[in-house]
């Protein structure tokens, strides 16, 4: 899994980037200044949890643990539901989507605490 993660990471950060160009040069004009922010908030977690990924890869490289597995499907997953429903509820103009985000949250709050399980209580221990 780790080179997955490794390969997702890689490719949320550089979305990231990419995505927070956009929104700096093609939503700026187009958006009101609090839904740029919601935008803003979108690619700063996606890029946050793209570098977990990263950086929960290469923890995978030196120990295994089922944890870290777990951690890396649950940033994917707060990437895809939390990032997401943001550039879903300031593309479309669709609020509802707001009600989605915080399933997204706590998905990283869980990959969070698997991954802290993970470091610590690597397999074998």
Do not use: N
């Not at 939503?27 to 990924?53: N, P, S, W």
């Not at 120990?63 to 777990?70: F, V, Y």
């Amino acid at each position: 899994m780790r080179v997955a993660f490794l390969r997702i990471g890689i490719t949320a950060a550089g979305l990231a980037v990419a995505l927070g160009a956009f929104g700096a040069h093609a939503l700026k004009a187009r958006l009101t200044a609090a839904d740029l922010a919601i935008f803003e908030t979108g690619v700063r977690y996606q890029m946050y949890h793209g570098l977990a990924l990263l950086a929960l890869s290469l923890l995978g490289a030196q120990q295994a643990s089922p944890w870290l597995d777990r951690a890396g499907w649950a940033f994917i997953v707060g990437i895809v539901v939390f990032s997401g429903s943001l550039y879903a509820l300031v593309l479309t103009g669709a609020r509802w989507w707001g009600a989605v985000t915080p399933f997204g949250g706590v998905a990283f709050l869980i990959g969070w605490l698997c991954f802290g399980l993970g470091a610590w209580r690597p397999v074998g221990r």
